[in-house]
C-alpha cells in the first residue's frame, strides 16, 4: 500500500490529469464532522483501508471520485512496465480492439483486504459477467469513466 496523505498530487497509473488526495479511507479523521465516516465508506465494499478520494479539474468544475490504493502513481512515480505479469488491482492493461491504456480498479471473484463478496455477486447478476472480467477506469481527456472487460480483450502492459 502507498503512503498517501491529504493534498498529495498523484495519477492513475494509466495516465491522468493531476489528482489531489482529499480523503484515504482509515488514515483520514475527521474531527468536525463529530462521525468517523471510514466505517461507512468501506460499507459500499468497493473501499478498504488505505483506498482514497480523489478530486481533479473537469472543465472549470471541479470533480470527484474514489480510487483503489494500487491503481495510482505518486508525483514522480513510473508504472513497472512488464507484458508478462499478472492481471490484478493495479495492473495496466491495453484494449485489443483500440489500444486504449485503461488501469484494472477490481478484478471481478477476486476479493480485496476486507473480503467482499456483494460487489462479486452485483458484477455477476446485472451484467453476464463472470468471474475474472476486469473493471477499469481511465481518462477520456479530464472525464473519469469505467467499463468491465473479459480478460481476453486485454493484454497485460505492467503494474
Same mark, same amino acid.
Given at each position: 500500500?502507498?503512503n !498517501?496523505? /491529504?493534498?498529495? &498530487? &498523484?495519477?492513475?497509473?494509466s495516465?491522468?490529469?493531476? $489528482?489531489?488526495?482529499?480523503? !484515504? !479511507?482509515?488514515?483520514?479523521?475527521?474531527?468536525?464532522?463529530g462521525?468517523?465516516?471510514?466505517?461507512f465508506l468501506k460499507?459500499?465494499?468497493? $473501499?478498504?483501508?488505505g483506498?482514497?478520494?480523489i478530486?481533479w479539474?473537469?472543465?472549470? #468544475? %471541479?470533480?470527484?471520485?474514489? $480510487?483503489?490504493n494500487?491503481?495510482?502513481?505518486? %508525483?514522480? %512515480?513510473k &508504472?513497472t512496465?512488464?507484458?508478462? *505479469?499478472?492481471?490484478t488491482?493495479?495492473?495496466?492493461v491495453e484494449?485489443? /480492439?483500440?489500444?486504449?491504456?485503461? =488501469? !484494472?480498479?477490481?478484478? &471481478?471473484?477476486? #476479493?480485496?483486504d476486507?473480503?467482499?463478496?456483494?460487489v462479486?455477486?452485483?458484477?455477476i447478476?446485472?451484467?453476464?459477467?463472470?468471474?475474472g472480467?476486469?473493471?477499469?477506469?481511465w481518462?477520456?481527456?479530464?472525464?473519469?469513466? =469505467?467499463?468491465?472487460?473479459? /480478460?481476453?480483450e486485454?493484454? *497485460?502492459?505492467?503494474?
Amino acid at each position: 500500500m502507498k503512503n !498517501v496523505k /491529504l493534498g498529495d &498530487i &498523484i495519477t492513475l497509473k494509466s495516465g491522468s490529469p493531476n $489528482l489531489i488526495v482529499d480523503w !484515504v !479511507v482509515d488514515v483520514t479523521k475527521d474531527k468536525k464532522a463529530g462521525i468517523d465516516p471510514n466505517p461507512f465508506l468501506k460499507m459500499s465494499g468497493m $473501499l478498504k483501508t488505505g483506498d482514497i478520494a480523489i478530486k481533479w479539474m473537469l472543465g472549470n #468544475t %471541479e470533480a470527484k471520485g474514489q $480510487l483503489p490504493n494500487e491503481a495510482i502513481l505518486l %508525483e514522480g %512515480e513510473k &508504472i513497472t512496465e512488464n507484458t508478462e *505479469s499478472e492481471i490484478t488491482f493495479g495492473s495496466v492493461v491495453e484494449r485489443k /480492439l483500440d489500444k486504449k491504456k485503461m =488501469t !484494472v480498479i477490481w478484478v &471481478i471473484g477476486q #476479493t480485496k483486504d476486507n473480503g467482499v463478496k456483494k460487489v462479486n455477486e452485483f458484477y455477476i447478476v446485472m451484467g453476464q459477467r463472470k468471474e475474472g472480467d476486469l473493471v477499469c477506469a481511465w481518462f477520456e481527456k479530464n472525464k473519469f469513466e =469505467t467499463g468491465i472487460y473479459p /480478460l481476453h480483450e486485454v493484454k *497485460s502492459i505492467g503494474f
